[in-house]
């Protein structure tokens, strides 16, 4: 566990959710390799994302992680 307010295991640039693998996705807060793992499931079935709030559409992510792992990633 990592203690509140340290930014050590923070990306240091956005995240592309299209092209990122499981290590990279697992470095966003909020983000642990289950979550991972559905992210890149739901992109072999859909394809890629067209937005970051189709993140919900992802088994484990509702509006309040979406919002904290907002910053962290892009397209």
Known sequence: AVA???????????????????AALETIPEIGPVTAAAI???RAQ???????????EV???????LEAMRPYVTL
């Open 40 to 42: 890149l499931e739901y």
């Open 59 to 65: 088994s484990g992510v509702g509006p309040a992680t």
């Open 4 to 22: 509140e307010g340290s930014s050590a295991t923070e990306p240091a640039a956005p995240i592309n959710l299209n092209v990122a693998d499981q």
């Open 46 to 56: 859909v394809g890629s994302f067209t937005s970051v709030e189709e993140l919900l």
